[in-house]
């Protein structure tokens, strides 16, 4: 059992429209953690967020805690070709970093 | 400041050898994890050094080893390799480890296993 399910797996895309990947799971985190990896590098970490009903923006991109702290969501205004990767949502657990398996997300101009 | 360097980038072996791959973390990092990334199964947690001892272990197999040096340089090691082993094999740093401060990712070894 994946402890963190994401949703969509993939998503295509165009260029100007809005997005929102989803990250569920039945356990509560003291905080998640949103990463973004493209082709032939590691993942880079975008946000964590601590705070039941937290929300941060960094630019276009819009991140949220759920109240219960079990689910985080991440929303993207008017993608670009430059937002195509791998989005990943992470908890940690004690010293290891538990992922999802990810949504690839591909925009096209 | 280097960020976290990984050698080498590509890697082919084949079924039945042993591979070593090296972390090289950003100066003054203690903390080394290791990670394995495959489509099907998604990024998975191998283990994570701290001063030299493995303080963590994800599930994996005894097949998969590694170790931390004085410096904080981390290795890894495969033996008697199966193709289910082809992947792309992360290693990132942080200063304490993941669930206290941001891990920083190196860009990885992919390892092909013929």
């Known amino acids: 059992t994946q402890l963190l399910e994401q949703s969509p797996q993939f998503l295509s895309i165009q260029e100007g429209e809005n997005l929102t990947v989803y990250c569920n799971s039945s356990?509560?985190?003291?905080?998640l953690q949103w990463y973004r990896q493209e082709p032939g590098e590691g993942p880079v970490l975008l946000v964590t967020?601590?705070?039941?009903?937290e929300v941060k923006k960094l630019k276009r991109l819009t991140f949220q805690f759920g109240d219960a702290r079990k689910d985080s969501s991440l929303h993207i205004t008017a993608a670009q070709p430059g937002d195509t990767g791998l989005y990943l949502c992470?908890?940690?657990?004690?010293?290891?970093?538990?992922f999802g398996k990810g949504t690839t997300l591909s925009v096209s101009s | 400041k280097a960020g976290v360097t990984q050698t080498p980038r590509y890697l082919i072996k084949t079924r039945g050898q042993q591979v070593t791959l090296s972390c090289s973390p950003i100066?003054?990092?203690?903390?080394v994890s290791w990670y394995q990334q495959t489509p099907g199964q998604g990024l998975q947690f191998l283990f994570e050094?701290?001063?030299?001892?493995?303080?963590n272990k994800g599930n994996f197999p005894g097949r998969f080893s590694g170790r931390q040096f004085s410096n904080s340089r981390s290795e890894m090691n495969v033996s008697t390799l199966e193709l289910g082993d082809s992947a792309l094999y992360l290693c990132?740093?942080?200063?304490?480890?993941?669930?206290?401060?941001?891990?920083?990712f190196g860009p990885g070894t992919r390892l092909t296993v013929l």
């Open positions: 356990s509560v985190f003291s905080s």
């Open positions: 990132a740093s942080s200063l304490a480890g993941a669930g206290t401060d941001t891990q920083y």
């Open positions: 967020v601590v705070t039941g009903g």
């Open positions: 992470a908890a940690s657990r004690w010293t290891a970093l538990i």
């Open positions: 050094y701290f001063s030299e001892t493995q303080r």
């Open positions: 100066s003054g990092h203690r903390s």
